[in-house]
Every structure is written in structure tokens, then in C-alpha cells.
């Protein structure tokens, strides 16, 4: 990661060329798509805005060039790049402004609120457009072989176009969210070593958030309206990096907490619901502030 992070700085053609690169082969492996949303965030946050709106226009411009030379299919997926990369320019110029993780934090979940504002506002019935674009994938949900009856294949589409506007807002926060901070780890490895590991093991999202969070949650289940809930699941999904961060700092001096951070990573991998455990932990951690606990830390 050293090494990448030095060639991002050592030219503008070489930080293209990765932006790029590193976008299309997230075609074949998803998560990829942080290491660009990184590349912009590291040169916003090292030499500006205008650094990072260059990069970013001129990746456009080779997506662009590259999408001329692929499928129809292929094409349209490459508006994913532009729908990432100009919001986490925005929002690493809010980190560059602010100096502050939990105001980019909560400024990326402001975002992810609109997305699912703008999903309402510009399609009547949002369950009804995500039933059409999920009915692509019964075939391969049939293929898998896990459902005898095609009943249960329904059924489970159906609950997917529910409440897919959230999930896909969420999936939008969590990448922009490790883009941004996978930049801000590349600068202080760089230049500030340490500083990130301090400044993401204090990351706290504040009480008033907390309790706009409870309050949102006790909303949802109470009127059940498709809109909240989907704010809903943004906000709620947020708070799973306040309890990433918390994990880090009780580990940070703890002679098993690598193994003990691995195992958590690992769990989440493998069993993605766990993440919903840990945001209910981060959203606690907002009132009980778990690390001023912990023996031998001074409580301010």
C-alpha cells in the first residue's frame, strides 16, 4: 500500500492512469472501486481541490474514451464511476476544510439521506423500479439451487425491492466512507506517520447524532414508512464505523488486539448481519464512550 500510495504522488499521469485502472477492475472485483475513491481522496486532501477536480475530470474523460470500446451492458456501468468519484471529491474537501473525521463521517450519511431522497423524487414507486432491475438476477438465484419453490424466489425479490433504496445509499456510504479513509491512512503514511491511527481511534459520531439515530429508529418502526426506513438504514450503517473505530482504540495497546480486530474483520466478511451488531455497539458508544472507560485512560 506504501508503495501505491508513493506512485499517487509521484505524477498526475501515473494517479490517472491508477484511478482508471483500478475502477475497471472493479468490474471483476467490486471492492477494487475503493483504491480509486483512495487516489482522489489522498491528492484532494494533500494539494487541494483543484488537484482533486483534475484527476477526477480527466479519469472521467478516459472512462468515457474506454466505454466507447465496450459492451452496451458495460457501458452503463460505468456511470457508477462519476456517481462515486464526484462525491468523494466533495467530501475529502470537507475533510481537507474541516480536519475533522466525524464531520466527513457525518457529512457522507447527509449524502447517502439525499440519494435515497432523490430515488423517491425522481421515481414515483422506487419498490416497483428495483422489482424490475432485480428480476435480472432470478435466474442466477434460481441456478444456485437454494430454493425448491419458485414461490421462494419471489418472495425474496420482493423483499429486496423493498428496501433496496436503503441498501443501495448504504453500499454508496460504505464505499465513499473506506475510499476516504483509505486516502487519509495513505497521507499520514506518507507524511504524518501515526497521525491517522489517532485520529480514526478518537472517530465519535456525538450524542445529538445518537439520539437523532434512536429517534429515527423508534419512528420507522412505529409509522413503517419505506422512506424512513431507508434513511434509516443509512444512518444506522454509519454507526458501524464508530464501532470499528472503538474496537481499534480498546486493541490499539492490547497484545492480542490484532488477532482480535482479524477475527472481527473476518466475521464480517463472512457473515455481512454482523456489521448490524456492530452498529448497535457504535451507537452506544456515543453515550458511554467505551475507550475513556477503559484502565487507565483519563476521562475528559
Known amino acids: 500500500m506504501h508503495s501505491l500510495a508513493a506512485l499517487v504522488m509521484k505524477s498526475r499521469s501515473l ?24 487516489v482522489i481522496t489522498l491528492l484532494t486532501l494533500r494539494r487541494g481541490s483543484m488537484e482533486g477536480v483534475t484527476i477526477t475530470t480527466a479519469a472521467m474523460v478516459a472512462v468515457i474514451l474506454l466505454g466507447f470500446a465496450m459492451p452496451g451492458n458495460m457501458q452503463t456501468s460505468l456511470v457508477i464511476f462519476p456517481v462515486l468519484w464526484l462525491p468523494v471529491l466533495l467530501l475529502a474537501t470537507i475533510y481537507r476544510q474541516t480536519v475533522s473525521l466525524q464531520w466527513t463521517a457525518i457529512s457522507t450519511t447527509v449524502f447517502g439521506v439525499v440519494v435515497v431522497i432523490g430515488f423517491y423524487l425522481a421515481w414515483d414507486d422506487p419498490q416497483a423500479v428495483w422489482l424490475d432491475v432485480l428480476e435480472h438476477t432470478r435466474p442466477m438465484l434460481v441456478q444456485t439451487g437454494a430454493f425448491k419453490d419458485p414461490a421462494q424466489v419471489d418472495e425474496l425479490i420482493k423483499g429486496m425491492a423493498r428496501i433496496f433504496s436503503g441498501v443501495a445509499a448504504s453500499v454508496m456510504v460504505i464505499l465513499l466512507l473506506c475510499g476516504l479513509l483509505m486516502g487519509r491512512w495513505w497521507q499520514a503514511m506518507l507524511f504524518n506517520p501515526g ?14 447524532t445518537g439520539w437523532l439515530m434512536l429517534a429515527m429508529l423508534g419512528l420507522s418502526l412505529m409509522i413503517r ?9 443509512v444512518v444506522w450503517v454509519v454507526f458501524a464505523f464508530q464501532g470499528l473505530a472503538m474496537f481499534h482504540g480498546l ?5 492480542s488486539g490484532l488477532v482480535w480486530l482479524s477475527l472481527i474483520y473476518i466475521s ?11 452498529s448497535g455497539i457504535g451507537l452506544l458508544d456515543t453515550w458511554f464512550d467505551f475507550r475513556a472507560r477503559r484502565p487507565g485512560t483519563q476521562r475528559k
Open 15 to 38: 494517479a490517472i492512469a491508477i484511478t482508471v485502472v483500478t475502477a475497471i477492475v472493479s468490474f471483476l472485483f467490486p471492492p477494487i472501486i475503493v483504491l480509486s475513491l483512495a
Open 195 to 208: 497521525g491517522f491511527r489517532r485520529e480514526f481511534h478518537a472517530l465519535r459520531l456525538g450524542p445529538a
Open 225 to 233: 414508512h419505506p422512506l424512513l426506513i431507508d434513511i434509516t438504514t
Open 251 to 255: 486493541l490499539a495497546n492490547v497484545n
Open 268 to 278: 464480517i466478511l463472512l457473515l455481512p448481519t454482523i456489521s448490524v451488531v456492530l
